[in-house]
């Protein structure tokens, strides 16, 4: 016998109390059975499993992204997972044999201020500016970047967070544009109110790109985007090129954005998140040492911001810490949990994919993908 109906894992502080809060009211709602038998603790699947070897999990369990699946969890009666993340590329592969969803509401807002706290930043010299304040030096700095209608900023992904970048980027006085590879689609959903250009167009005429997408590893998805932004591609960039990434470290190599700094093609960084988190975290920490050059060039990236001496922002991918976001994240889980029981246990009311090939049960839009000359992966 499974002695928990749910168990949520990785679950650490507010987001913790959330939780039980959430489950709390779903149940004196009678949304969720009274006696739902359910934990909520802050170690992943594996580390869980290590202390707890004779336990069995339940037929529903939320995680996020640090969690490992047990070898044979997914054999047998059809298992369900929420990823308590906007992100599902780190079970992506599974959708097939699981049921599957992810928060895709939860961190909208958070994560799009996010990008235009890192626009403020790199467009106004911040660093520079913070720096000359030691003296109190007022004559020798250089001019900050204005945001006005004259500058051009892109968008990339304008699924529900880059949607809500793209408004923000308007509401602050630049030209906002859009490259989204479901542009037909998206231009429908939003009312033609977005300026949709190709990604030619956006290379050749932005002052600032940030890049909102979701990471698709699968290199057989039409959606596959590592890599996405190559040094080839950003070459093309006007030179002064601010560049801001608040989803994942894989669409936009760290190693080709340093060079591309060192070279005067970018002249701003701001960053969130960086190519493989975990193996960064390691070696950034003194844990285990890596010759891998994306860990490498974010060290430096991160020597240098923390430093103040160039005009780069970083931050340990927190874009979705708010105080509203964490709140919602809770609300979101337990949102899909109900809808789980709603369904007999056998699936959620929006799954992956999130964008079949054929008709689905979802509407949602996924992000864009990239052109085929764009595909290889980073090194």
Same mark, same amino acid.
């Given at each position: 016998?499974?002695?928990?109906?749910?168990?949520?894992?990785?679950?650490?502080?507010?987001?913790?109390?959330?939780? !039980?809060?959430?489950?709390?009211?779903?149940?004196?709602?009678? *949304?969720?059975?009274?006696?739902? $038998?359910?934990?909520?603790?802050?170690?992943?699947?594996?580390?869980?499993?290590?202390?707890?070897? /004779?336990?069995?999990?339940?037929?529903?369990?939320?995680?996020?992204? $640090? @969690?490992?699946?047990?070898?044979?969890?997914?054999?047998?009666?059809?298992?369900?997972?929420?990823?308590?993340?906007? #992100?599902?590329?780190?079970?992506?592969?599974?959708?097939?044999?699981?049921?599957?969803?992810?928060?895709? *509401? %939860?961190? &909208?807002?958070?994560?799009?201020?996010?990008?235009?706290?890192?626009?403020?930043?790199?467009?106004?010299?911040?660093?520079?500016?913070? &720096?000359?304040?030691?003296?109190?030096?007022?004559?020798?700095?250089?001019?900050?970047? !204005?945001?006005?209608?004259?500058?051009?900023?892109?968008?990339?992904?304008?699924?529900?967070?880059?949607?809500?970048?793209? /408004?923000?980027?308007?509401?602050?006085?630049?030209?906002?544009?859009?490259?989204?590879?479901? !542009?037909?689609?998206?231009?429908?959903?939003?009312?033609?109110?977005?300026?949709?250009?190709?990604?030619?167009?956006?290379?050749?005429?932005?002052?600032?790109?940030?890049?909102?997408?979701?990471?698709?590893?699968?290199?057989?998805?039409?959606?596959?985007?590592?890599?996405?932004?190559?040094?080839? %591609?950003?070459?093309?960039?006007?030179?002064?090129?601010?560049?801001?990434?608040?989803?994942?470290?894989?669409?936009?190599?760290?190693?080709?954005?340093?060079?591309?700094?060192?070279?005067?093609?970018?002249?701003?960084?701001?960053?969130?998140?960086?190519?493989?988190?975990?193996?960064?975290?390691?070696?950034?920490? $003194?844990?285990? *040492?890596?010759?891998?050059?994306?860990?490498?060039?974010?060290?430096?990236? &991160?020597?240098?911001?923390? !430093?103040?001496?160039?005009?780069?922002?970083?931050?340990?991918?927190?874009?979705?810490?708010?105080?509203?976001?964490?709140?919602?994240?809770?609300?979101?889980?337990? $949102?899909?949990?109900?809808?789980?029981?709603?369904? #007999?246990?056998?699936?959620?009311?929006?799954?992956?994919? %999130?964008?079949? @090939?054929?008709? #689905?049960?979802?509407?949602?839009?996924?992000?864009?993908?990239?052109?085929?000359?764009? *595909?290889?992966?980073?090194?």
């Amino acid at each position: 016998m499974k002695p928990y109906d749910i168990i949520h894992f990785e679950a650490l502080g507010e987001e913790a109390r959330h939780l !039980e809060e959430e489950t709390t009211k779903a149940q004196q709602a009678h *949304e969720l059975p009274a006696n739902l $038998h359910y934990l909520i603790t802050p170690e992943n699947v594996q580390d869980f499993l290590a202390a707890h070897p /004779d336990l069995e999990l339940p037929d529903i369990i939320s995680t996020k992204t $640090h @969690s490992v699946l047990p070898k044979g969890y997914l054999d047998g009666k059809k298992k369900s997972i929420i990823t308590r993340s906007a #992100g599902y590329d780190h079970y992506e592969a599974l959708a097939d044999r699981a049921n599957i969803t992810s928060l895709r *509401e %939860y961190c &909208v807002n958070a994560v799009a201020q996010t990008a235009i706290k890192f626009l403020y930043a790199t467009a106004g010299l911040l660093n520079d500016y913070t &720096v000359c304040t030691r003296t109190f030096e007022r004559n020798r700095e250089p001019s900050f970047e !204005e945001l006005a209608g004259n500058r051009v900023a892109t968008v990339f992904g304008v699924g529900k967070i880059g949607k809500r970048i793209y /408004d923000l980027v308007a509401a602050n006085g630049l030209t906002a544009q859009a490259v989204d590879i479901r !542009e037909s689609q998206l231009d429908e959903l939003y009312h033609h109110e977005v300026n949709f250009v190709t990604k030619e167009q956006a290379i050749a005429n932005s002052d600032i790109i940030i890049n909102a997408m979701n990471l698709t590893r699968l290199s057989y998805s039409p959606f596959y985007n590592v890599n996405y932004f190559s040094k080839k %591609y950003l070459q093309k960039a006007k030179p002064g090129l601010i560049f801001i990434n608040v989803t994942r470290g894989e669409i936009a190599p760290e190693s080709q954005l340093l060079e591309l700094y060192d070279e005067g093609i970018i002249k701003g960084i701001g960053l969130d998140v960086f190519t493989d988190e975990e193996a960064f975290s390691k070696s950034l920490n $003194h844990v285990a *040492e890596t010759d891998n050059p994306n860990c490498l060039a974010a060290t430096e990236i &991160v020597k240098r911001a923390l !430093e103040r001496s160039d005009n780069i922002y970083v931050q340990p991918h927190q874009a979705f810490n708010s105080d509203l976001a964490v709140a919602a994240k809770a609300r979101d889980t337990i $949102h899909h949990l109900v809808a789980w029981y709603e369904n #007999g246990k056998k699936c959620f009311d929006e799954q992956l994919p %999130y964008y079949p @090939s054929g008709s #689905g049960r979802t509407r949602t839009i996924p992000f864009p993908a990239p052109q085929r000359e764009d *595909e290889t992966a980073a090194s």
